[in-house]
């Protein structure tokens, strides 16, 4: 096709994608592609590059919210998801599944300490919600201690644990029993206890709160805490987990094994969505004495085999380290562009390829991410913290690449300012 065909031939995809999405999606998406300069449509994907319809392609440092690991469509991962598709898609059920079992097996392997069972799902919340159920039934008791400020998922339970006003008024009243406790503050877990406490469940960094890293020695005070109290600790790795933060999971920085651990985002390898609730064998009894006491009826065997070929690529190749080396390049980085526009960019902060820049407000972030998509990088905002933009590229990002968002980034700072001080100018007049 010529080229000024191909260009129309996009151009009525993209408006009648997004006619449809305002018709019988939701308006509002349409808006906020549009805001931040990403009113097109996306057409393919490889490694760390993303195509739209026209052909543009961009860097992908947004990972689908954290959820692309391994970059787009790692070999491996849709090679093990293809011979599943091609064999036997979904379970039956009512027949024991090998790809099930050696999946399950890895991750038991994979999981530090003692974490050995799981149960898995399709997504974040569903894990977590499986966590709360488990640890309601493990210990007879109904209450869950979580963090200001977390993010774990939408559903009742996990949006009772979750901290913002904004996603949680309109359904109230949520599910009893949730206490909030300021994040990063082991002595706050110790004064909520009380003797109907049955877990205390936290993020080892809180990722959509806009990356808040915790004092160095939460995780094993909390831990202590819970021991001496007999309380569960649950860590939602939902997306600090899979090698995001230089170890596999994060919680393998500070030593500590949780009672359970949630899982999703990168399970699956960006191929499949899979998450998963993984418990240690004490507290696994209930569900082990009643499989039907939490169930769900999807048997996906794609998601399961993808989700092994991912723990199996991160383990055989220890990508995890990739990060760990190559995160504080980014992170430095961008503290340069930081340093250059502190009166924008108020912070800096990460471990790994997790990475958030908070800036004076959320539209200055909205901006930039504007700015960086026009320059072809895509990065997202945190769901808690709009004033604060996340920065995580897969693991088999180059250091040229790093050194390309940077510079978009960069550029995209001086466009904002540039453009707010146009605006700035424009209100003077007005005046
Ligand atoms: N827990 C954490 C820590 C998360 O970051 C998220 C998603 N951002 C979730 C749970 C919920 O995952 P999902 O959107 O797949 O339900």
New binding site residues.
Partial sequence: MEKGREERVAQSIVDETLEKYRRYLNPSWVKGFKLAGLDTVEAEAEGTIVRDVFGREYLDFSGG??VFILGHRHPRVVEAARRELERMPMSVRMLPSDTLADLAECMAQATPGDLQHSFFCH??????EAAIKLARAATGKPEIISTVGA????TLG?LSASGRELYRTPFEPLVPGFVHVPYGDAEAVEKAITKRTAAVLL?PIQ??NGVILPPDDYLPKVREICDRHGVLLIL?E???GMGRTGKMFACEHSGVVPDMM?L??GLGGGVAPV?AMVARPHVWRPFGQHPYLHSTTFGNRVGWAAAHATLRVLMEERLYERAAQLGPYLLQKLQAVREEHPDVITDVRGRGFLVGVEFTHGDVALLVMAGMASRRVLVVHT?NKPEVLRIVPPLIVTKEEIDRAVEAFWGAVEEAKGLLQEIAGELEKTD
């Fill in positions: 919210y954290s997504s974040g919340a569903e894990a977590v993010y774990h998922g939408k996990a993020e990722g959509e939602d939902v997306q600090t949630t999703a985002k998450g769901l």
